[in-house]
């Protein structure tokens, strides 16, 4: 049976959200980045870690990308010119969403206190409103490629999430993307886990 590593707070919750929408069967291991347990199944010792069969994936998004590709669900077919489309949009999500959140958090509490740069929060918030106002223009409605959702509307919503943690100013047509995505039973079931 897979078997996923992280918390709900954490990246741990996109596949966490798509596994409960797939109705995968799936253990939970409770586990935070850096921990015994996590260290043990990956040298990053990052959450998530999904361990199969094979063995462990890291990385959420190529998590994402597995679980959706074996279903047949919340993805366009690989090699096909809408599946190309879908991973543009995942990517240009990492590249400006959670890049840029990252790196605000590093320079909040993630990076030891000595090498943060608290003055370049600032222009990283400028910065994701930017990002924020295109991605916005690009959601094709109500998803971010039409009628149902993929791989990026979970990749996007999480983000937005997070952001909206941050206080970071969301566009209207973000927060409404990321509540319709947020009432969705299965984020409901993901974040009640523990
Ligand atoms: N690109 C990776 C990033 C994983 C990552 O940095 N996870 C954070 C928690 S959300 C973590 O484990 N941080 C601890 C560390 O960097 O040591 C993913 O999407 O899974």
Not at 18 to 35: D, I, N
Not at 102 to 116: D, G, N, Q
Request: overall charge neutral.
């Amino acid at each position: 049976m897979l078997k996923l590593y992280g918390v709900v707070k954490s990246r741990a919750m996109r596949p966490l959200w798509l596994l409960e929408e797939l109705g995968e069967p799936f253990e939970w291991v409770p586990a935070g980045p850096q921990s015994e347990g996590v260290r043990a199944v990956s040298p990053l010792g990052k959450v998530p870690v999904l361990v199969t069969d094979e063995g462990p994936i890291f990385d959420s998004v190529a998590q994402m990308t597995w679980l959706a590709d074996r279903a047949g669900r919340f993805t366009h077919p690989a090699g096909s010119y809408q599946r190309a489309r879908q991973d543009g949009l995942t990517n240009t999500i990492n590249e400006t969403f959670d890049a840029v959140l990252w790196a605000y958090a590093k320079h909040s509490f993630v990076l030891p206190e000595e090498r943060r740069v608290p003055e370049v929060k600032e222009s990283l918030r400028w910065q994701f409103g930017r990002y924020a106002a295109v991605m916005a223009e690009l959601i094709e409605g109500p998803c971010v490629m039409g009628e149902e959702p993929l791989i990026p509307d979970f990749l996007l919503a999480h983000c937005c999430g997070w952001a909206a943690g941050l206080k970071f100013d969301l566009p209207e047509g973000l927060r409404a993307h990321m509540n319709a995505m947020r009432a969705r039973p299965a984020f409901r079931r993901a974040l009640a886990r523990e």
